[in-house]
């Protein structure tokens, strides 16, 4: 058998095991992390989602994009790591950050699209699952398997930049998607404002989604397009730079967009309060972050590789 096939096929089954290992073991150490009744189905969506992964993978292997050897696992592990810790500090209580007009700040999200772009698809796979299950495990407020799945799609996709030998190409291509997806689902918004905001928790009343969608919360994705554009046409000569932070403001749509709809299933909800209430606010900041602090990392990156000769 192929070696990156099986080097893939072991990425996603250790992607599993973690999950099945933290759902069972969190219990144990805190009770908040007691998965309910729809354990079974959130598993469900995590092998859906690491099926079109594999789907993915299969329909792209001759690239040299997948290849995971042990440089690549050492990164997983960093990535994964470094994820869940700073998952933890901001989203916790160590360090508070404040939420903008109930928009939610995550800066962390910046960890797996820039593994995806630096060390390939498989690294940011297993940088944003992994370490978004760990980091949930750490906060104790909740697991997700299914949105982890989501985070790990977000470092994939990111990691797909280096599958066209044409990056302009691609980045117009990606651009385009994106920009429409960002279109349909801010117009939904505007359809629908009065949709509460599933991500926010009000103080006032200690529940999560019982607050309305502020202004700005619901043009978050909308605003996170217009800085990718400026991105995009401010440093369009640095290709490496424009193409980092499209596709992974593309995997963030799609990824956090698999996470949110699958919440249909989950939880019943409308398509409406499934797109408006849980990815927008979701979507929205990470968009924001992608644009403002991937292009610092991939230049530091970048000047690193110069120097090493790499």
Same mark, same amino acid.
Do not use: C, H
């Given at each position: 058998?192929?070696?990156?096939?099986?080097?893939?096929?072991?990425?996603?089954?250790?992607?599993?095991?973690?999950?099945?290992?933290?759902?069972?073991?969190?219990?144990?150490?805190? @009770?908040?992390?007691?998965?309910d009744n729809t354990a079974l189905l959130r598993f469900v969506f995590v092998a859906v989602g690491l099926v079109i992964v594999f789907v993915v993978y299969y329909l792209t292997r001759s690239s040299h994009i997948w290849e995971v050897g042990t440089r690549q696992v050492v990164y997983m592990a960093i990535g994964a790591a470094l994820y869940a810790i700073l998952s933890y500090l901001f989203n916790g209580t160590v360090f508070v950050v404040p939420s903008v007009s109930q928009v939610s700040l995550r800066p962390a999200i910046v960890i797996p699209?820039?593994?995806?772009?630096?060390?390939?698809?498989?690294?940011? +796979?297993?940088?944003?699952?992994?370490?978004?299950?760990?980091?949930?495990?750490?906060?104790?407020?909740?697991?997700?398997?299914?949105? @982890?799945?989501?985070?790990? +799609?977000?470092?994939?996709?990111?990691?797909?930049? =280096?599958?066209?030998?044409?990056?302009?190409?691609?980045?117009?291509?990606?651009?385009?998607?994106?920009?429409?997806?960002?279109?349909?689902?801010?117009?939904?918004?505007?359809?629908?404002?009065?949709?509460?905001?599933?991500?926010?928790?009000?103080?006032?009343?200690?529940?999560?989604?019982?607050?309305?969608?502020?202004?700005?919360?619901?043009?978050?994705?909308?605003?996170?397009?217009? +800085?990718?554009?400026?991105?995009?046409?401010?440093?369009?000569?640095?290709?490496?730079? !424009?193409?980092?932070?499209? =596709? !992974?403001?593309?995997?963030?749509?799609?990824?956090?967009?698999?996470?949110?709809? @699958?919440?249909? =299933?989950?939880?019943?909800?409308?398509?409406?309060?499934?797109?408006?209430?849980?990815?927008?606010?979701? !979507?929205?900041?990470?968009?924001?972050?992608?644009?403002?602090?991937?292009?610092?990392?991939?230049?530091?990156?970048?000047?690193?590789?110069?120097?090493?000769?790499?």
């Open positions: 058998m192929d070696k990156k096939l099986i080097s893939v096929i072991l990425s996603l089954v250790a992607v599993l095991v973690f999950f099945i290992g933290i759902a069972l073991i969190g219990p144990m150490i805190n @009770s908040s992390l007691q998965l699209m820039f593994f995806g772009y630096a060390f390939g698809p498989a690294v940011g +796979l297993f940088t944003g699952a992994v370490g978004n299950m760990f980091g949930d495990a750490l906060t104790g407020f909740g697991l997700s398997p299914q949105w @982890s799945v989501g985070n790990g +799609l977000v470092g994939m996709i990111a990691g797909m930049v =280096w599958l066209f030998d044409d990056k302009k190409k691609s980045l117009n291509t990606v651009l385009i998607i994106s920009a429409a997806l960002a279109v349909i689902v801010t117009v939904l918004y505007l359809l629908n404002p009065q949709t509460a905001n599933g991500n926010y928790f009000d103080p006032d009343t200690n529940k999560f989604g019982e607050t309305q969608l502020s202004t700005f919360a619901g043009l978050s994705v909308i605003i996170g397009l217009v +800085l990718l554009l400026i991105v995009r046409f401010a440093f369009g000569k640095n290709i490496n730079l !424009a193409t980092a932070v499209t =596709w !992974a403001i593309l995997g963030n749509i799609i990824g956090l967009g698999f996470a949110a709809i @699958s919440d249909i =299933w989950i939880n019943g909800y409308s398509p409406t309060v499934a797109v408006v209430g849980e990815f927008i606010p979701a !979507a929205g900041p990470n968009m924001i972050f992608a644009a403002i602090l991937v292009p610092i990392l991939v230049v530091a990156y970048d000047a690193i590789q110069k120097q090493t000769g790499r």
